[in-house]
């Protein structure tokens, strides 16, 4: 049996609460309810940071200290567990790609796979890599691509996601994703993808989707290996599934994780998948009507198992 855990933004930051679209941001209650969620996954083999792991500051060395905290939690409460984690447009901010990947261990160049199990692999996508925050030097193709997409595809009501805290990835990377799902699918390899920014529409916000999500949805839905998508970033979090080939076997589920940083006082949010649960049931996607009596919602229910992420969550819908 192979269980995975999933955390998305905790986005810590030694910083007052803050009011967001009204919602809470509890910076300092982040450090704990790190800790909580990673004790809730400790049968995991494996646990998934989905990017903005701190807040970033103007002051680097304040930073330094708040990173190395988070790092810390990661390290002594999930010492079994491989930690994977992916890149978001909070961390690299003021500690630029470098500091960040070496100690996170990310490897070059920001995306990259995991066998996770016999016949799964995971996929991690650096949806940074195109965008306005990425870190790359001026004249870099990557930085030299972003301005490109950015002039080419203007902020509008019919591309509410272009704004400067979204990203996407490059003609390369989307190149090596469909090489790394051709040979999953030749092969009979399962993959879960994850990224910061979800690419689904009703998965997350429009405001929170990816720059070049139609292109990334498009190469995705080719390959019916792929079995999942997780991604951070959209605080509230939500989830859509779509059905290839007209087979509901061949169903692709889009989940976005609530942010950690938003959770309520007595809960932290986090998602578990048991892989082979998910092989033999299949995954439910269900959004309840009422909250449970500690206050939290379980929200995504994988194969029999219910977990419980956050207060709320869009309706999910089935294409």
């Known amino acids: ?94 500690l630029g790609r470098e500091t960040v990947m070496e100690r996170l261990r990310i490897p070059e160049p920001g995306y990259y796979t995991r066998d996770i199990a016999a016949n799964w692999k995971l996929v991690v996508l650096d949806t940074t890599e195109m965008s306005g925050h990425s870190q790359f030097p001026d004249d870099s193709d990557q930085v030299l691509e972003a301005n490109a997409y950015w002039e080419e595809h203007p902020l509008s009501p019919f591309d ?36 910061h920014h979800q690419v689904c529409p009703g998965a997350a916000r429009m405001t929170h989707l990816a720059w070049n999500h139609g292109e990334i949805l498009e190469t995705i839905t080719k390959y019916t290996a792929v079995k999942l998508f997780l991604a951070g970033h959209d605080h509230i979090g939500g989830g859509n599934a779509l059905c290839l080939r007209e087979k509901a076997r061949n169903m692709q589920y889009f989940v976005t994780v609530p942010a950690i940083l938003e959770a309520p006082e007595d809960s932290n949010a986090h998602v578990a998948i048991d892989l082979d649960m998910f092989h033999e049931q299949g995954c439910t996607i269900q959004k309840p009507s009422s909250a449970d009596d500690d206050g939290t919602m379980p929200i995504i229910l994988f194969g029999a198992r219910c977990h419980h992420i956050m207060e709320h969550l869009g309706d999910f819908s089935t294409s």
Request: charged share 25%.
């Open 1 to 94: 049996m192979t269980k995975i855990g999933f955390i998305a933004d905790c986005q810590y930051g030694d910083l007052d609460d803050q009011h967001q679209e009204g919602r809470v941001q509890r910076f300092r209650d982040v450090p704990d309810k790190l800790k909580r969620a990673l004790e809730a996954l400790s049968d995991c083999d494996f646990v998934v940071h989905l990017g903005d792991i701190i807040q970033s500051h103007t002051s680097k060395e304040v930073t330094e200290d708040e990173f190395n905290l988070i790092c810390s939690i990661f390290e002594e409460h999930a010492p079994h567990m491989e930690c994977v984690h992916v890149l978001g447009n909070h961390c690299i901010q003021t």
């Open 160 to 195: 509410a996601h272009m704004v400067s805290w979204n990203g996407g990835i490059t003609a390369r990377q989307r190149e090596w994703l469909e090489n790394e799902l051709e040979c999953a699918q030749s092969s009979g390899t399962c993959v879960i993808i994850v990224a």
